[in-house]
């Protein structure tokens, strides 16, 4: 098999030159793209992920994404118990609370803490609506916090 190659051509170099420029770029895209989805190591040495390292991978992620959530749940309902108690504000943050703890799939290790959230978020609500005593709700809400470290 031969490859004849005549760069004496202007049109020719041209195209020559956009492609290698094109491979090149794609050669660094890829490269970036290698990096965002290369886990970190502890031996700060890149290695070829299993499918087992893979799932592994995006069960934390998971876990972590969910933890956070309930993390910010949880200070939206502490700065809601340290402000005034307004029922109205308090319902609806209570609700959407109520919803991400009750229809969220997650990891069965926060299942304790999701639901220690939403009773919380419960007690919350019926301190704002006069139901319940701030200090009810307080240990409620320390509760699900002492879960979510």
Known sequence: MEIELDLTGK?????????IGVFLLLLVGLAFLGRAFTP????????????????????????QHE??????????????LNGQPNPV?????????LHHT???DGDPALEAA???LGQAAQDVRDWASGILDRD???ASLQK???LLK
């Open 114 to 116: 999701r639901a220690a």
């Open 67 to 80: 933890l956070e959530t309930l993390r910010a749940d949880a200070d939206q309902l502490s700065q809601a």
């Open 11 to 19: 049109k020719q170099t041209t195209w020559y030159t956009i492609g």
């Open 144 to 146: 699900a916090i002492e």
């Open 136 to 138: 009810t709700a307080l």
């Open 40 to 63: 970190d190591s502890d031996a700060s040495a890149s290695h070829l992920l299993t499918w087992q390292d893979w799932r592994l991978l995006k069960a934390e992620r998971a876990y």
């Open 102 to 104: 009750g229809t969220m």
């Open 89 to 97: 504000t308090v319902q609806l943050l209570a609700e959407s609370i």
